[in-house]
């Protein structure tokens, strides 16, 4: 039993690249969250699904996209990476509350 | 807004040393939770606390949540090393029971 499991652990972009981050979890769980955690800001909703084939927006959904294709994966997509989205990346999971997290995800965007 | 205001920001001590650390809102919750992140790691939950005035114990740290429920506290007895690391608290978000509110956190540090 993994729990929540997210890929890549780190990554460096340059400013207008894209990229997708997985999030899996193995708790059959109906929600799943993408949050970014910036130091001072606090966990921020990025975006979130309340079940498969279904997504939110959250607090900061500006320049992510997101897809629930399948009930257990997660996927948050940066079409155009900009230096503001240099930040660590959680993924979480929930049947109901709490929240199960996975490790995060750094990103760097130069 | 539900806001969660977590106090202090930042919280160096000693090993053995006591420790309270404050989590308040002016809005009322149905529950709340705290949440500790180690570095490099996601928040791990530590308890929820339901009803206003309930205290729960997990080992040497002791959680209350206060009689309106607008606000919580931990307390930890003999700090450790291994304690160090960021408490959040969270409360149940816009009436849904499944998205959160995140206050910014206690950045823990506990030195041998």
């Known amino acids: 039993n993994a729990g929540v499991t997210q890929t890549p652990k780190f990554r460096v972009l340059k400013t207008g690249q894209s990229m997708t981050l997985l999030c899996a979890q193995d708790?059959?769980?109906?929600?799943m969250y993408w949050y970014r955690q910036d130091p001072g800001m606090g966990l921020r909703l990025i975006h979130y699904?309340?079940?498969?084939?279904?997504?939110a927006k959250g607090e900061v959904p500006d320049g992510y996209n997101v897809s629930r294709l399948k009930k257990q994966n997660f996927l948050l997509g940066l079409e155009s990476a900009a230096p503001s989205q240099t930040s660590v990346y959680f993924c979480a999971s929930s049947s109901s509350s709490p929240q199960f997290f996975g490790p995060g995800t750094r990103l760097t965007v130069l | 807004t539900q806001l969660l205001e977590q106090s202090p920001q930042f919280l160096s001590i000693q090993e053995g040393e006591n420790l309270t650390v404050y989590c308040n809102s002016s809005s009322v919750f149905s529950s709340l939770q705290w949440y500790r992140q180690e570095p490099g790691e996601g928040p791990v939950l530590l308890v929820t606390v339901v009803t206003g005035g309930e205290v729960k114990k997990l080992k040497r740290l002791t959680f209350q949540f206060g009689d309106a429920r607008k606000d919580s506290s931990l307390h930890i007895t003999a700090a450790q090393p291994g304690d160090t690391g960021l408490y959040l608290c969270?409360?149940?978000?816009?009436?849904?029971?499944?998205?959160?509110?995140f206050g910014k956190g206690t950045l823990l540090t506990v030195n041998p």
């Open positions: 708790m059959n769980h109906e929600y």
């Open positions: 699904s309340v079940g498969e084939g279904t997504t």
């Open positions: 969270a409360a149940p978000k816009g009436g849904s029971n499944y998205k959160l509110t």
